[in-house]
């Protein structure tokens, strides 16, 4: 049988299938694709399914698209180091700037399996939600994929790609047996670094009592026990490893580098910022954005200049989005503790304010434990067109995965 392919060959292979020109282009065309805030979570989950659904019989390709314009992969150093772990670099990998239109790519001939999200929305889904597959994730489930799809795997965990490596622990450790040593064990090692990494920041390198679940460290001890076995080999073997970080691991090391990664957002800008990790949703008539930011609002207003200049910029963005409910949800550790603050702003009409309101009163006393950030310093209310709060947040174990379909469900049947 052919070695195991690199995840680097493994990217070329589906660039070429992908640009092909249509006449020689093999179709059905098959994808994995992550939600539309590409965080690192979705981001690797889509790298990881796709190769192993490719090496699994009957070893059809599946090509890896990461859900944002190439461009904004420079807002993401976190998931530039993790690559360069996978000994791959950004120019590998697979952006919606290389996807052909319409006109090229009819839905009819693609399929498209999900991971990260069940539902497929923006753009994709518009010319694509009737094609899906398949999908891997875990959040709500909101009845769109069917169910007979396969996979079709729907729990809740700290992280999605945690239900993505139990998925392809078969197919993982079957390429791994029958490969070997050597250049194999190397590759299963990079393709190590892709699984854990997610993992580690979402569930606080499995420190988070609130996220993390037996999925996650299930999927973390199966990971780990390919990097131990290319260590061991590679150790033993007078043949000295690619990089450093082929011959060792300290998991607490990792996690440490990608978090400082992730969560230095001092040289962006405030649409950088907000557009980072960014998710909407239209509910009727009325758009819903939700931008989640790795710092508190105390930094936010000192970076902005004031609280007025913060204002302006979050409304600035809202205008460019076109957004009747903006909501800024962050994440912090001031003083070693982890913090999360909310931030809902209804910005169009007494539909929607009561909407946001009814949110505020209902699930966000009883399920998030709302408080006001900084004496209301950034609260408004003017008349019934507008109203915005500012809170801090007791119950941390909420995150957008849970307070999203609260403001969702909240918004149903308004109208801006």
């Not at 082929?246 to 992730?262: H, I, M, N």
């Not at 910005?347 to 966000?364: H, I, L, N, Q, S």
């Amino acid at each position: 049988m052919p070695p195991q392919k690199s995840l680097q060959a493994f990217l070329a292979t589906a660039r070429a299938a992908l640009t092909a020109p249509p006449s020689k282009r093999s179709a059905p065309l098959h994808f994995v694709v992550g939600n539309e805030s590409a965080d690192l979570d979705t981001l690797c989950s889509t790298l990881f399914l796709a190769y192993f659904r490719s090496h699994t019989p009957p070893h059809t390709l599946h090509i890896p698209l990461c859900h944002l314009p190439r461009d904004d992969l420079s807002l993401r150093p976190e998931f530039s180091a993790v690559l360069k772990h996978a000994a791959v670099t950004e120019d590998d990998v697979i952006t919606l700037s290389e996807l052909p239109g319409l006109e090229s790519l009819k839905p009819e001939d693609t399929r498209w399996v999900l991971v990260d999200h069940n539902a497929m929305t923006g753009k994709l889904g518009q010319n694509y939600r009737k094609r899906v597959v398949g999908c891997i994730d875990h959040h709500d489930d909101e009845g769109q994929v069917p169910k007979d799809a396969e996979p079709r795997v729907i729990e809740k965990c700290g992280s999605c790609m945690s239900l993505v490596v139990e998925y392809c622990q078969e197919a993982w450790q079957k390429l791994a047996k029958e490969n070997g040593d050597g250049e194999a064990a190397q590759i299963n090692a990079r393709l190590a670094y892709l699984a854990l990494a997610p993992i580690l920041i979402d569930t606080n390198n499995l420190g988070n009592k609130n996220k993390t679940t037996a999925h996650d460290e299930r999927a973390v001890s199966i990971a780990e026990t390919h990097l131990s076995t290319f260590i061991t080999s590679a150790s033993s073997s007078s043949s000295s490893p690619d990089s450093d970080s082929d011959s060792s691991y300290d998991r607490a090391q990792f996690f440490a580098k990608l978090s400082t990664l992730k969560e230095d957002i001092s040289y962006m800008s405030f649409r950088d910022i907000f557009r980072k990790d960014y998710k909407e949703w239209d509910e009727g008539n009325v758009k819903l954005g939700t931008s989640s930011v790795p710092q508190s609002f105390a930094f936010l207003v000192r970076k902005a200049g004031g609280e007025g200049a913060f204002v302006r910029e979050l409304e600035d963005w809202s205008a460019r989005k076109g957004l009747d409910v903006v909501t800024i949800l962050t994440t912090s550790k001031d003083g070693g503790d982890f913090r999360r603050e909310l931030l809902v702003w209804a910005r169009t009409g007494p539909e929607v304010v009561k909407a946001v309101k009814k949110f505020a009163e209902g699930d966000g006393k009883e399920k998030l434990g709302l408080g006001t950030w900084g004496d209301g310093k950034l609260d408004v209310e003017d008349g019934e067109s507008s109203w915005r709060r500012c809170w801090t947040q007791a119950k941390l174990e909420n995150s957008r995965k849970q307070i999203a379909p609260m403001l969702r469900d909240a918004l149903k049947g308004a109208k801006a």
